[in-house]
Nanobody, 119 residues
Framework: QVQLVESGGGLVQAGGSLRLSCAAS????????MGWFRQAPGKEREFVTS????????YYADSVKGRFTISRDNAKNTVYLQMNSLKPEDTAVYSC????????????WGQGTQVTVSS
């Protein structure tokens, strides 16, 4: 059973930084993509970034390029989202997700963590 547990959310002022963590367990993730998504109140969930666990290739939404960085720690089975230069529009619930490399669907989701950016 795959489990994803996020941590690190909170309240930060605009221009500040936060680092989210996603601890993954339940299987070997070598052939998985790990992603971060976010959902703001009244809006649909949107893709933020993902990383291919095997080689570390990363993908970013245009809205976060240059500000957010996804990374992984193989030894800890943990994925990180470093968020810099935060803006009020980054306020959302951020969720970690996992999918097998051959699939287009993220099958496993964490519970989410709230990020609030004040102006």
């Amino acid at each position: 059973q795959v489990q994803l547990v996020e941590s690190g959310g909170g309240l930060v002022q605009a221009g500040g930084s936060l680092r989210l963590s996603c601890a993954a367990s339940g299987r070997t993730f070598g052939n998985y993509f790990m992603g971060w998504f976010r959902q703001a109140p009244g809006k649909e969930r949107e893709f933020v970034t993902s990383i291919r666990w095997s080689d570390g290739n990363t993908y970013y939404a245009d809205s976060v390029k240059g500000r957010f960085t996804i990374s992984r720690d193989n030894a800890k089975n943990t994925v990180y989202l470093q968020m810099n230069s935060l803006k009020p529009e980054d306020t959302a619930v951020y969720s970690c997700a996992a999918r097998v490399g051959a699939s287009n669907t993220y099958d496993y989701w964490g519970q989410g963590t709230q990020v609030t950016v004040s102006s």
